[in-house]
């Protein structure tokens, strides 16, 4: 099963910019996705963007114009361009491969790694 290690994280205010990474630690191409997910206190995971293996993106509407998820299948990276940062985005973020994506039946099909904090200060 592939190993997922997130990285990039940390406090920033609002208005500012982090770079996500999430390495694999086998090929991510053979998935029909990948996708960040986040996780706020109290709150359930939600996806917030994903990337198919034909690079067609996705995001949550409370990102879109914001964040830009990208994929670089030699180094077996996903990243995560979050900009415009706002303390709502608050959260541990999570990387993870989807199966069935599209479809009624997709899921994370992944371990879950530890993720990486994301604290946006107003």
């Known amino acids: 099963q592939v190993q997922l290690v997130e990285s990039g994280g940390g406090l920033v205010q609002a208005g500012g910019s982090l770079r996500l990474a999430c390495a694999a630690s086998?090929?991510?191409?053979?998935?029909?996705?990948m996708a960040w997910y986040r996780q706020a206190p109290g709150k359930q995971r939600e996806k917030v963007a994903a990337?198919?293996?034909?690079?067609?993106?996705n995001y949550v509407d409370s990102v879109k114009g914001r964040f830009t998820i990208s994929r670089d299948n030699a180094k077996n990276t996903v990243y995560l361009q979050m900009n415009s940062l706002k303390p709502e985005d608050t959260a541990v973020y999570y990387c993870n491969a989807v199966a069935n994506y599209g479809t009624v039946v997709e899921r994370p099909s992944g371990s879950w790694g530890q993720g990486t904090q994301v604290t946006v200060s107003s």
């Open positions: 086998g090929s991510i191409f053979s998935f029909s996705a």
């Open positions: 990337i198919t293996r034909n690079d067609r993106t």
